[in-house]
């Protein structure tokens, strides 16, 4: 045979490699870097992030330069840089349907202002470890960062966090928040302030003179905990007595049990004489105004029902009323923060809070005389 094989050159080849052009040029571009070695994108960041530990270079936006040497790449490249090498950012979030396609409206607005390419993946709220996902994402393309939503409820929860921080690929978290341990560092997020959502229907519904009042969660989620986190420091603020209303968890729709834990709900509200209720989330909302207009039970002249979300209030009848998380902005923010990121990788860690708003339609009034 004529032909051989061609392989991939070790490590220390790769690690000569890179050290050498360095050397000779003071800087490198990671898309001549992956010409000249075969590798795998995934593999050079690891490389160079390895390195970047070692004092031996520093990583920018495009490449890397010589430590000590020239600040920036577009210094000694041009700033204008071809599509191929602007690389992509990848995109996992656990849901194509439900809330997130919002978000992911406002990356692509973003993503289009800037000329860069998204990505999109969607995982599950089920999956136990998004990594695999990940390690295919940046394997099949040259992603230049990532921004995920990872399952915060599960054993790998952190496993994912500690890989997005080892593989040297810039991220932003996006309604979620962590820390890298065990150092406790900060990971760079974007988020809805959903406890201050909770708060501003709690004041909606004291306003109204409302004070038996209850909380329904969907489940255990993330979101749940910031609703409760908020609602329970409102109601203690503004004298409420959730005590006296009810705070449920509803399965998932899916669950054969959803309908019978709804009627059960209702019913607790009932005993209670609670008059008012916020729930997490629109479908949720919409399946007890359902159970308790058939009833007999007046929306909102016997319950008013404030819903979480604000995904498809609105087309209900009665429209819900509804705290209206800042989806689109949240996911321009993500892109933003994630261009300035790679742009800037000194920078200092930013984590940005954006609160929902309070949208007041039919299904919320003052309580009736009792």
């Not at 909102?300 to 209030?313: C, H, K």
Request: negative net charge; charged residues 20%; contains cysteine.
């Amino acid at each position: 045979m004529t032909d051989q094989l061609q392989h991939p050159p070790l490590a220390a080849e790769r690690r000569a490699h890179v050290l050498a052009a360095l050397a000779r040029d003071g800087a490198v571009r990671v898309s001549q870097l992956l010409a000249d070695l075969g590798v795998a994108p995934v593999t050079l960041r690891r490389d160079l992030a390895q390195m970047e530990g070692e004092g031996l270079l520093q990583r920018v936006h495009g490449g890397a330069v010589a430590t000590g040497g020239t600040p920036h790449l577009s210094d000694v490249v041009p700033a204008s840089l071809p599509d191929v090498d602007a690389g992509a950012i990848a995109v996992l979030v656990p849901s194509l349907n439900y809330y997130w396609p919002g978000v992911v409206r406002g990356m692509e607005e973003e993503a289009r202002r800037l000329g860069v390419r998204l990505l999109l993946r969607g995982a599950s709220y089920e999956l136990q470890d998004e990594r695999p996902v990940l390690e295919r994402l940046v394997a099949t393309e040259d992603v230049r960062g990532i921004i995920a939503a990872p399952n915060t409820d599960t054993p790998h929860a952190q496993d994912v966090i500690q890989w997005l921080y080892d593989s040297g690929i810039p991220s932003v978290l996006v309604e979620r928040d962590a820390v890298v341990y065990p150092e406790g560092r900060p990971v760079e997020s974007v988020v809805s302030d959903h406890a201050f959502g909770a708060v501003l229907a709690a004041r909606h519904l004291a306003e109204l003179g409302h004070t038996k009042v209850g909380l329904v969660l969907s489940r255990n989620s993330p979101t749940s905990r910031r609703i409760a986190t908020g609602w329970h420091a409102a109601c203690e603020e503004l004298g409420l007595m959730p005590g006296h209303g009810i705070e449920e968890v509803l399965p998932d729709r899916g669950s054969a049990d959803f309908s019978s834990v709804v009627d059960h709900t209702l019913d607790a509200v009932l005993k209670a004489r609670t008059t008012g209720l916020l729930v997490h989330s629109d479908p949720e909302a919409m399946a007890i105004v359902d159970l308790a207009l058939n009833r007999g039970i007046s929306v909102p002249g016997d319950l008013s029902v404030i819903a979480y979300d604000d995904e498809v209030a609105q087309l209900f009848s009665p429209a819900l009323t509804a705290v209206s998380p800042p989806r689109a902005t949240v996911g321009h923010a993500a892109v933003d923060l994630l261009a300035k990121r790679i742009s800037s990788p000194d920078r200092p860690t930013h984590r940005v809070v954006i609160s929902p708003t309070l949208m007041v339609r039919q299904s919320t009034a003052a309580p009736r005389n009792t």
